[in-house]
């Protein structure tokens, strides 16, 4: 069963850009519970190189992770960076030292978010933003993508996403204006709830349906997280068919689920990033599809 190998994000715009379909998400480069430094910062600085150095030309960010740690890691390790990088990053939320994630999505907020990472990128243009839509916020979607689709227009954002939405968040979003990626939780084992800053995330599948019928990339998040459903033993099983372990074949299922779908797979070990990206490789059958569901 072939793949598709690349992406394309803003296929329906004047500006697409078509990046290999299996980037690296770099939230786990931070210390722990994604806040502070990493435990061994060369490590994660040759993460990020051997990203480039294996072809992979996505990686998502967020100046909130750390925060501003991996903004600053990725700037260290790859500016002035290659022609083809396109590096995504995410508003719409902060850390507090004591660890906690709070709403950040006032215009006001927003603004300052995208100057923040402008900056610490080095970048005169962010190349795909996703909004973040976090729980407990009082502020209205529209009235946050609406401050988006500002910036855009000022030539501050190229592409614009939206990240954590419901089915009813991105309909409402594709009636604002265009929608290049939706940044979402979605995996083998997560395709119904997910848990999520203590709110239960509904209607993944829904919105990855979603995506399909308008021709939207997803970038799914975390989608290694609850890769093995309990009683569940059909991925061990192709994982022993191909010799590979059972995230290997987790990456592999969402690269054959649909050719809209952008894996970023994250970690902060530089041999767990070469055993994930050796997913993109695995040639699962229609039989092995339907085997897995």
Same mark, same amino acid.
Request: with cysteine.
């Given at each position: 069963?072939?793949?598709?190998?690349?992406?394309?994000?803003?296929?329906?715009?004047?500006?697409?850009?078509?990046?290999?379909?299996?980037?690296?998400?770099?939230?786990?480069?931070?210390?722990?519970?994604?806040?502070?430094?990493?435990?061994?910062?060369? +490590?994660? @600085? #040759?993460?990020?190189?051997?990203? =480039?150095?294996? /072809?992979? %030309?996505?990686?998502?960010?967020?100046?909130?992770?750390?925060?501003?740690?991996?903004?600053?890691?990725?700037?260290?390790?790859?500016?002035?960076?290659?022609?083809?990088?396109?590096?995504?990053?995410?508003?719409?939320?902060?850390?507090?030292?004591?660890?906690?994630?709070?709403?950040?999505?006032?215009?006001?907020?927003?603004?300052?978010?995208?100057?923040?990472?402008?900056?610490?990128?080095?970048? +005169?243009? @962010? #190349?795909?933003?996703?909004?973040? =839509?976090?729980? /407990?916020? %009082?502020?209205?979607?529209?009235?946050?993508?609406?401050?988006?689709?500002?910036?855009?227009?000022?030539?501050?954002?190229?592409?614009?996403?939206?990240?954590?939405?419901?089915?009813?968040?991105?309909?409402?979003?594709?009636?604002?204006?265009?929608?290049?990626?939706?940044?979402?939780?979605?995996?083998?084992?997560?395709?119904?709830?997910?848990?999520?800053?203590?709110?239960?995330?509904?209607?993944?599948?829904?919105?990855?349906?979603?995506?399909?019928?308008?021709?939207?990339?997803?970038?799914?998040?975390?989608?290694?997280?609850?890769?093995?459903?309990?009683?569940?033993?059909?991925?061990?099983?192709?994982?022993?068919?191909?010799?590979?372990?059972?995230?290997?074949?987790?990456?592999?299922?969402?690269?054959?689920?649909?050719?809209?779908?952008?894996?970023?797979?994250?970690?902060?070990?530089?041999?767990?990033?070469?055993?994930?990206?050796?997913?993109?490789?695995?040639?699962?059958?229609?039989?092995?599809?339907?085997?897995?569901?």
């Amino acid at each position: 069963m072939n793949i598709k190998k690349s992406i394309t994000i803003g296929a329906k715009t004047n500006h697409p850009i078509t990046i290999k379909r299996f980037g690296y998400g770099t939230m786990r480069l931070t210390g722990e519970q994604v806040w502070g430094e990493p435990e061994n910062r060369p +490590e994660a @600085l #040759q993460i990020l190189k051997e990203a =480039v150095i294996n /072809g992979i %030309n996505y990686l998502d960010t967020a100046d909130y992770y750390g925060e501003d740690v991996t903004n600053r890691l990725i700037a260290e390790a790859l500016y002035p960076y290659p022609d083809n990088l396109v590096i995504g990053t995410k508003v719409g939320a902060q850390r507090k030292p004591d660890k906690s994630w709070r709403p950040f999505n006032t215009p006001e907020n927003l603004r300052s978010s995208i100057e923040n990472n402008l900056r610490t990128l080095k970048l +005169e243009q @962010l #190349q795909l933003v996703h909004f973040r =839509v976090m729980p /407990g916020t %009082n502020i209205p979607f529209e009235k946050s993508l609406n401050a988006m689709f500002e910036m855009q227009k000022e030539g501050k954002i190229l592409h614009l996403g939206v990240s954590n939405v419901t089915p009813a968040e991105l309909e409402k979003a594709l009636t604002m204006g265009n929608i290049a990626s939706v940044e979402n939780a979605f995996g083998y084992g997560q395709r119904t709830t997910f848990k999520l800053h203590n709110a239960e995330n509904r209607g993944l599948q829904e919105v990855s349906d979603l995506c399909i019928i308008n021709e939207i990339p997803m970038i799914p998040y975390w989608s290694l997280q609850n890769s093995l459903p309990k009683n569940d033993n059909k991925i061990l099983a192709i994982a022993k068919k191909y010799n590979a372990t059972p995230p290997q074949i987790s990456l592999a299922w969402l690269l054959h689920y649909n050719d809209l779908i952008l894996p970023i797979p994250g970690t902060s070990k530089l041999d767990h990033f070469k055993e994930n990206i050796k997913a993109f490789d695995i040639a699962l059958t229609d039989d092995d599809m339907k085997f897995l569901g």
